[in-house]
Every structure is written in structure tokens, then in C-alpha cells.
């Protein structure tokens, strides 16, 4: 019995087979292999397509996107979900906030007023009320900077000839700017973001002192200096904590002065809240802003320029696990099942880890409980992560696969918080403290020199840190204004 002849994907007998034309079965085969490249063609446009697609959908709760990339459309249209995947039912308008009154010793003029007449009958009225009813004006006064004139003369040696002029008192500034306008320049062109040409505009509108833009730059440069050691203090303090965040982002450097020779892209990168602009984004910057012996624990992503910490010394951000599980999960076939699964443990985990910071579950009980839901998730990437795939092989599967074998090298660093006190699963502290970089690299498009770009992260370092202990920034800036021009100790960021 002669065996079939199978052309794409069809068994024809060999008898009919040796029956057909040559000129048909040339023709049968032509056809047959087109089919099979077609095939292949729309296989890979079909590869495509998904690709493309799961770009075009990815937003900040699936990907590394940031929120300011979603759109306003993507924003409006998001329904906020409690913790069970359910809409929120609409909450009910926060009472209004009434400003605080001052005392009244306090006030700089206290008017004393009484009615005359009866609102309702016109009848005369008369006394005095011990509780009136309080209200408070605040007002700004018109301000007129103060000008202090130094007339250094110059006398003759009676003995030599020798022409000597007297010296500006120890603080005074040969730039003619005090301390607290140099600080407020700083405070308007640093944390309120506002360029040299603003900076100039509200001076002079505000305080009535013409400023030019040469000015600007020089007062800035001024507060580099004068800040230059208490960040480095700062520096300092955050590499001894028992818990550090880290995150980077990037931001642009210019050449202007010389420091970029190359046009290599900057990046802002954060231990919080100490800020310094590298132009690198390796292991060893990583290295070399936390520093190799720290012996505290680093919240991070996973990027690999964290990949030489130690996996007991690391917290994987779970805020980024959720993306991947929610791209995952997205996805189609064994990705959607993979990703819906890893979606309800994170919740049920998130659910115990808000009641043990609001002290409603004790650590111990938490402690039991992961055990058994970390296994699970162990389970799940493992199984995963066991799929076969080819090594270049882009279907939405092998994306998932690859994820989870990924997520198996750092399971450990998944479960730090769990064990231990003080440190969170989010790097929340770090994204958040990188929100004023980004915007102010969206407004300015970063820096155009290296003395910029360490004005930026030096004011950066000093409002983040201040307004973490509720300290006045402007104060501040003026103390160590003044301690540079005097020579003396400056102001502290520690707590």
C-alpha cells in the first residue's frame, strides 16, 4: 500500500499524486509553499499586532509609564476601585476648612465693633458681648527694601605715600545683594521653579530691586557654595540609616561650562531626600551614591543597576509588581490566568499589611499568614517560569515567562518588609520625592551646565529634607547665606 503525499497540511494518495499533470503538480506545489509563507507572514503580523497593542494600552498601572503620560482622557476615564476590584461608591464632601485665627495679643490692631440699632425692629441697642464673633484680615505691607550704603575711604600713609581703602564689614557681599534676597532668588528660580527672566519680573513687581539676568545666575552660584556643605552632611546622614529609597529618573545636562563635553544624558537620582544629577545610570553610580559597605536595606525597583545588593540587605518595590501582574494579566491565554492570580494575592497582602500599620494585626499573625500566600506566589512563577519559549520569541506569553523567571532570582527581596520593622513594600517615598525633578525638568529641560544641575539638586536636597521636619526653607537659605559670607559653621539638615 503506497503512502499519502501530504501538501499543506492535505494527505493526497500517491496514486492520484502520479496521475496529476507535471505541470499541475508544479503548479500545486508553487501554491502550496506561498500558503505556507503567507502563513508564516500573517503569523508574524499577527505577533506584531499584538505587540504594538499592548504598547498602545500600556498606561502608569501597567508599565513603568509615568501618571503625566496617561492623557487626561485615560485619567477622567479611570474609575477608582476599593481594594476587592469594586467602584467606589461616591464619598461625601470634606467639611470646609476654616482658616485658624491668631491669638488676639497677637494682632497687630484689634477693632472693637458694636451694633447701634436692632437689626429686626430699628430699637437701640447697648452692652457688651464677652464671646463676639471673631473675624481676621490679613494684609501684606507695602515693602521697601532697605539700602545700606558703605562709603570705603581711602587714606594716605603720611610715611610712605601709600594709598589704603577701608574694607566692607565681615558678611557684607561684594555682589551689593543681602542674605535674604539672595536667599529669596534662590527660593523663586529653585523650588518655584521660576526662570531668570520671572525671577527678574517678581523682584522687581514684589520689592521694587531691579535685578539683572547676569545677577541671577551669580546669587545662584553664591547659594551652591553656600549649601555645598550641609548637603554633603546630608549625603552623608542618609548612608548611615537602617532604610534607604533610591529611584532615578532623567534628567538632561547641558555643556555650557564644560562638565558634558560628550552629550551624555544625565540622570537625577534620589536616596531620600538627598538629590544628585550623575551622568550615568550604572552599578557602579549605584555603587557610589549608596555606598558598597552600607549594611541598611535598599527599596528599589528592580533595575539592574541595584542587582549587586545583597538579597537580604533589598525591598523589591511591590507598586512595580502590580504593574507587571496587571500587564500580565491583560494579556491573553496562561498570561491572563498567571497575572489574575499573582492580582489576588497582592491584594489579600495588601489588605494584612494596611491592618498591621494601623496596628489592627499583629506583626506575628502577619508573619503566619504571608508564609503560606508567599509559597503560593512562588508557586505560580515557578510554574510559569517552567514554559518553554524560544530565545527570541516576543508573543505576550514569552514576555510573561520571562517576567517570572525574573521575579524567581529576587523572590527573596519580595518579602523583606515582611520581616522586618521600619521598612515599607513600596518605593513610594522615592517616586514621590523625584515629583518636583520632573516637573522641573518638564518646564526647563533640565539643566544646561553642571553648576545648574547642582543648584537643582542642592535646592532640591534642602526643601525635601526641610519640609520632611516642617522647617522654614527660606530661613534657611538666608543662615546659610550669611554663614558663607561671615565664614562660619552653616546651618544643619539633619534632624
Known amino acids: 500500500m503506497s503512502e499519502d503525499i501530504e501538501i499543506a497540511g492535505i494527505k493526497v494518495p500517491q496514486a492520484d499524486w502520479a496521475a496529476t499533470p507535471p505541470s499541475i503538480r508544479t503548479l500545486v506545489l508553487l501554491m502550496s509553499q506561498r500558503l505556507k509563507e503567507q502563513d508564516e507572514r500573517i503569523r508574524q503580523q499577527d505577533e506584531r499586532i499584538r505587540q504594538l497593542e ?55 490692631q484689634v477693632c472693637e465693633l458694636m451694633p447701634s440699632v436692632c437689626s429686626a425692629c430699628g430699637s437701640s441697642v447697648s452692652g457688651y458681648d464677652p464671646h463676639p464673633h471673631r473675624h481676621q484680615e490679613i494684609e501684606l505691607p507695602p515693602i521697601e527694601p532697605r539700602v545700606i550704603e558703605y562709603r570705603l575711604h581711602q ?78 552632611a546630608a549625603k552623608d546622614y542618609v548612608q548611615t540609616q537602617p532604610v534607604m529609597h533610591s529611584d532615578e529618573t532623567g534628567f538632561p545636562q547641558g555643556n555650557r561650562d564644560g562638565g558634558n563635553p560628550h552629550r551624555t544624558k544625565g540622570w537625577m537620582w534620589v536616596l531620600v531626600s538627598f538629590f544628585e544629577v550623575v551622568l550615568s545610570r550604572s552599578q557602579q553610580t549605584a555603587k557610589a551614591l549608596i555606598g558598597e559597605a552600607y549594611e541598611g536595606i535598599v527599596t528599589s525597583d528592580r533595575y539592574s543597576a541595584y542587582g549587586w545588593i545583597d538579597l537580604a540587605q533589598w525591598q523589591v518595590c511591590w507598586a512595580h509588581l502590580k504593574r507587571d501582574f496587571t500587564a500580565m494579566a491583560e494579556r491573553t491565554g496562561g498570561s491572563q490566568e498567571t497575572g489574575e492570580a499573582l492580582l489576588r494575592r497582592q491584594r489579600r497582602l495588601f489588605r494584612w499589611w494596611h491592618r498591621v500599620r494601623d496596628g489592627t494585626l499583629a506583626r506575628e499573625q502577619f508573619i503566619a499568614r504571608v508564609a503560606h500566600l508567599r509559597q503560593g506566589i512562588k508557586t505560580t512563577l515557578a510554574e510559569t517560569a517552567a514554559l518553554p519559549i524560544e530565545a527570541d ?17 529576587v523572590e527573596p527581596a519580595l518579602w523583606t518588609f515582611v520581616y522586618t520593622v521600619g521598612v515599607e513594600p513600596t518605593n513610594n517615598a522615592a517616586e514621590q520625592a523625584l515629583r518636583p525633578a520632573v516637573i522641573w525638568r518638564k518646564t526647563s529641560f533640565g539643566a544646561q551646565s553642571q553648576s545648574g544641575s547642582r543648584f537643582v539638586t542642592h535646592l532640591l536636597t534642602v526643601s525635601a529634607s526641610l519640609k520632611a521636619q516642617d522647617r522654614n526653607i527660606l530661613d534657611f537659605l538666608t543662615q546659610a547665606c550669611l554663614a558663607n559670607r561671615a565664614g562660619t559653621e552653616p546651618p544643619s539638615l539633619l534632624p
Open 155 to 232: 587714606l594716605s600713609c603720611p610715611v610712605c605715600g601709600h594709598q589704603t581703602r577701608a574694607n566692607l564689614p565681615t558678611g557684607v557681599s561684594p555682589s551689593g545683594y543681602g542674605e535674604r534676597l539672595s536667599a529669596i532668588v534662590s527660593l523663586l528660580s529653585g523650588p518655584y521653579r521660576q526662570s531668570y527672566r520671572q525671577v527678574c519680573g517678581l523682584m522687581d513687581d514684589l520689592f521694587g530691586v531691579g535685578l539683572s539676568r547676569g545677577a541671577v545666575g551669580r546669587l545662584r552660584a553664591e547659594m551652591v557654595a553656600a549649601l555645598s556643605a550641609p548637603v554633603a
Open 393 to 409: 520569541e516576543k508573543s505576550p506569553l514569552a514576555k510573561t515567562i520571562r517576567t517570572c523567571r525574573r521575579l524567581l532570582k
Open 54 to 108: 499592548e504598547r498602545l494600552n500600556q498606561t502608569s498601572k501597567n508599565s513603568s509609564k509615568p501618571p503625566s503620560s496617561d492623557g487626561f482622557s485615560q485619567s477622567q476615564g479611570s474609575q477608582k476601585t476599593d481594594q476587592k476590584g469594586k467602584p467606589q461608591r461616591s464619598r461625601q464632601p470634606s467639611p470646609r476648612q476654616v482658616r485658624k485665627l491668631k491669638p488676639r495679643d497677637t494682632c497687630d
